[in-house]
């Protein structure tokens, strides 16, 4: 399947993990729900399948992401 992420690598999977944990950080505390974690994870799946698989590209692939996800709030 091109440009499927290699879902039986569990190096990138602690590595996205470790991404969004260390994103929740960033986000207000009002904005931290779980419909937030999720949007966030999904934004860090989808960079890591277009091959963004280094930390800092998975954390700046969700990081452009938290105004969006704070907008859904208002």
Do not use: H, W
Request: with cysteine.
């Amino acid at each position: 399947m091109p440009g499927a992420m290699p879902s039986s690598d569990p190096e990138l999977v602690q590595l996205m993990r470790n991404a969004l944990e260390e994103i929740m950080t960033r986000v207000p505390l009002e904005y931290a729900t779980p419909a937030t974690k999720a949007y966030l994870a999904e934004c860090i799946l989808k960079a890591a399948a277009q091959g963004q698989t280094s930390y800092d590209d998975l954390l700046a692939a969700a990081a452009s992401q938290i105004q969006t996800v704070m907008s859904l709030f208002i």
